[in-house]
């Protein structure tokens, strides 16, 4: 069965100083991967999204980036973290499948990582 | 631009009561729609999901949702609801063919009294 574990659960930063979080994907191949940043009120809001290695898509700009070194494995990250960059960001993945509605399937939640910058 | 509307932000219910979540996007093409669920301190999860066919559809815990393509309405429903319902709850579209991209709703935070 597939799994997705995102680390640290939580993490406290201050101002100014690097992020670096990690999702990692078992059990299937070639996942569309996705990070979102999930506020209270405000639902899921889309950061960006990958569909193959070293593809990634930016939905908003910000002060954060985004890479995709192997297949399974998302990473988001900042140089330098700003106070508004607090949040609860959860990473996701769907499958890539083959042609029609399949590819747009459901997605499966990582438990997400709690930032706080201080 | 494409966006998914949850009206109801914080529903509160007493134990049996019905429920009905309201859940509307703007988008002119074909979707795929999804409800998920968050239950305190655990993950994201699906509740049910809707491509094509039969637009009532059923998910788990008893919960069911009924696509009107006309009112580009996704709402979900249960007939009774149970205390352990008390979660937080998210419409999602995707359109299917262009983007790869689920737009979410704002969410609605539902409480079950006992």
């Known amino acids: 069965s597939q799994t997705i574990h995102q680390w640290p659960a939580t993490l406290v930063q201050p101002v100014g100083s690097p992020l670096s979080l990690e999702c990692t994907v078992e059990?299937?191949?070639?996942?569309?991967l996705y990070w979102y940043r999930q506020a209270a009120g405000r639902g899921l809001q889309l950061l960006f999204y990958?569909?193959?290695?070293?593809?990634i898509s930016s939905e908003v700009p910000q002060n954060l980036s985004a890479s995709r070194p192997q297949d399974r494995q998302f990473i988001l990250s900042s140089k330098k973290l700003l106070l508004s960059d607090s949040g609860f960001y959860l990473c996701?993945?769907?499958?890539?499948?083959?042609?029609?509605?399949?590819?747009?399937?459901?997605?499966?939640f990582g438990p997400g990582t709690r930032l706080t910058v201080t | 631009a494409q966006s998914v509307s949850q009206h109801n932000h914080h529903v509160i219910l007493s134990e049996a009561a019905s429920l009905e979540l309201g859940c509307n996007y703007s988008?002119?093409?074909?979707?795929?729609l999804f409800w998920y669920v968050q239950y305190p301190g655990q993950h994201l999860q699906l509740l049910l999901k809707?491509?094509?066919?039969?637009?009532l559809v059923k998910g788990i815990k008893g919960f069911e949702a009924e696509f009107i393509k006309s009112k580009f309405s996704f709402n979900l429903r249960k007939p009774s609801v149970q205390w352990s319902d008390t979660a937080e709850y998210f419409c999602?579209?995707?359109?299917?063919?262009?983007?790869?991209?689920?737009?979410f709703g704002t969410g609605t935070r539902l409480k079950v009294l006992a």
């Open positions: 988008y002119g093409g074909t979707v795929n």
């Open positions: 990958s569909v193959g290695i070293g593809q």
């Open positions: 996701a993945w769907s499958h890539a499948g083959t042609s029609g509605r399949g590819l747009r399937n459901e997605q499966y």
């Open positions: 809707y491509f094509s066919g039969d637009p």
């Open positions: 999602a579209v995707i359109p299917t063919s262009g983007t790869y991209k689920y737009i």
């Open positions: 059990g299937t191949s070639n996942p569309n």
